[in-house]
């Protein structure tokens, strides 16, 4: 077991105490059927925000001087931008970004299926067909807004390419996901790095380092949620003795 697969099982062991025998089974039965599949032809897709006030988690501060945050607005009220965002195992494809405006505009606090879909229809769809290597197996959360049907059909409309959706076990997409605590963490630390943020350069900022992130990153968390053939599909089982795997 890697270092990263080390860190990978302590992460699993702290944000969840128990885990059943059951869900290990789950998690290591999907893994098993995604790591047959090409990367390439396996994508993530999830959503994630960021705040206006998201800031440096650290700083260096001369010795008598105080200690100050980088962000344009620190309450807790600091307004939201929303991401779709999805990967296969080599590239990002584009995301969508929703202001605060834009949700109100749609009556909504989050991101929506009828969002989603117009993702689909405006940008994703058309990635995915131009990628020329069908078919395509879409991975998802079960959020209630990924309509499976809804999804598929926008998919047929826009070339047909994704010809697979599944959904992750509940509690099982921080093992599971790429994306979920992962490459998103990496995502938002970047952010961080280029603060301030303000009204004017957040979705520009949240864009370019999404679409900056290189290939090898997105390789080694598909490779650190075992999705690699030949991994052990219990790798980050929390009870190994409990479970008897």
Known sequence: MSAVQQLTVARCISYQLEVSASLCEQIAKMRRKLQRMSKERLLFLDETAVRLSEAPTSTLVLP?????????????????????????GKQTFAPTIYSPKERSAAGVKGINTEMLLDYIYSTLGQETAALDNPPLTLVLDKACIHSEEAILQAFRER???????????????????????????????????????????????????????????????????????GCDVYF???APATHKH
Request: aromatic fraction near 8%; include cysteine; charge should be neutral.
């Open 64 to 88: 008598g001087e105080q200690p100050y945050v980088l962000a344009e607005d620190t309450t807790s009220y600091a307004k939201r931008f929303d991401m779709i965002a999805c990967i296969n």
């Open 159 to 229: 070339g047909g390419h994704v010809c697979e959706l599944m959904k992750m076990p509940t509690q099982a997409a921080k093992r599971l996901s790429p994306l979920d605590n992962s490459l998103f963490h990496d995502w938002k630390e970047a952010i961080r790095r280029r603060c301030p943020l303000t009204l004017s350069s957040i979705e520009q900022v949240m864009a370019d380092e999404w679409n900056n992130i290189p290939s090898a990153k997105i390789q080694a968390h598909y490779r650190h949620c075992g999705l690699m053939r």
């Open 236 to 238: 980050d089982c929390p």
